[in-house]
């Protein structure tokens, strides 16, 4: 599967002053297949060095952080000569050897020519202090290179990924469309049935690879089934000073908060009496593995929103909607058929967070003035502050959205619904399957 982010990569590559690139994002992302694929197709030699599987390889970096030093215990363990020049180097796991990621700032000073990536399940966690290592003790916040590598984040498949390896010929036309003009109904049907076929999959690699292979939803289901338990046994394992039982809980209690009519996180639906005091840092260990993504109400919505976001209220989603779709337990015949059912908003809301993901500037935010009145997502692109309204069955009910959209006439609105494509002055109806394709249709309208 193409993953759109191998671009960066390549970009990365081709730079004569490349520092080290460290790849961010929750297991199973995806983050070990694209160093290897990527460095197979573009160096000579990949030279991977895994952290979590080869126990006597972090001896090496506890006794120097040198470059000169390792580069020959690095290759003796290889098996091959590294040559810096044009093979690449890969850390893997690396959140088990801090030593290991804080050699990065030696490599970049001392040995700039080599191309070295670094990936590790949970290394947001480990770099803010809240982990623990396998085998249990307490592990000391990760020393970070900073200023001395290149962050990438890798997200799970988008729609538009998952449509290029899933249909070609439909992504082919898909990637066509330009302006707002309605789709000819043939195509709007097929590509609202692979939204629906996105909504069951997701986009974690496994499930969407298991699917193209074989088409069997239980094979699906199994994967992603087990990908959820895996994220619940990292709790267990790496939740170091944070009570695990509480991020359990935060996790298992998505569902319930998104499925209420205010979505706004409660902590009273976590269990009686519950308040943030106890629960803040579970939320926090939650958002630094990447297996949540949490968004924050606004006190207005203007230019920039960072100034506006109100702290404590806030709104959390899951990291792919597949896997929420799993959580709730909705099987694929209820994404295929045309009944409603109350958790299709949510999901096509988790769906749409999904797809802003880089793709606007900064982080999305939500705006309530109150419980009952609220527009779904407020993105900023440029100096504009965009209103998203989504809609994920065919009722097109939104009070607040119209009424803003009516009053204060943005120069761009979104709604994201199953309609086809239409414009109405800077309001503009987009089908959800072209969610990843906001920032062309932002450039198009007036």
Known sequence: MKRDVENRMLSWKNRKDRKPLVLMGARQVGKTWLMHDFGRRHFSQVHEFDFGGQ???????????EPAELLPKLSALSGRKIDVARDLVVFDEVQECPEALNSLKYFREKCPSLALMAAGSLLGVRLGGKGRRR?????????????????????????????????APLYA???????????????????????????????MPEAVADYLANGDPASVRKIQRDLLALYEDDIVKYNGAVDAAKVLVVLRAIVPQLAKDNEKFIYGVLR?????????????WLVSARVVRRIHNLSAMEFPLAAREVRNAFKIYHLDVGLLRELAGVPQSALV???????KGPLAE?????QLSGRTDGSARYFAER???????????????????????????????KSYVKAEKPPFAVRFSRRNLRRDGGFANIPLYLAPRIQAFSEAAP
Do not use: C, W
Not at 337 to 343: G, S
């Open 55 to 65: 126990k006597d390889l972090a001896r090496f970096f506890r006794d120097t952080e």
């Open 371 to 401: 419980s009952d009145r609220e527009i779904d997502f407020v993105v900023q692109m440029g100096e504009r502050v965009v209103p998203i309204e989504v809609k994920g069955g065919k009722d097109k009910k939104g009070a607040t959205f």
């Open 337 to 343: 058929t045309d009944a409603d059912f109350d958790f």
């Open 272 to 284: 009686d009496g519950a308040r943030a005091r106890g629960y803040e840092d579970a939320i926090e």
């Open 173 to 203: 036309y898909y990637e066509s469309v330009a302006g707002f003009d309605p789709l000819p109904d043939i195509f709007h049907r097929k590509l609202l049935d692979a939204y629906d076929t996105y909504l069951f999959t997701g986009g």
């Open 350 to 354: 988790d769906y749409v967070l999904q």
């Open 135 to 167: 085998g249990g003790g307490e592990a000391a916040p990760v020393s970070y290179p900073v200023g001395k590598v290149e962050l990438l984040d890798v997200e799970p498949l988008d729609f538009a990924e998952f449509l290029q390896a899933y249909n």
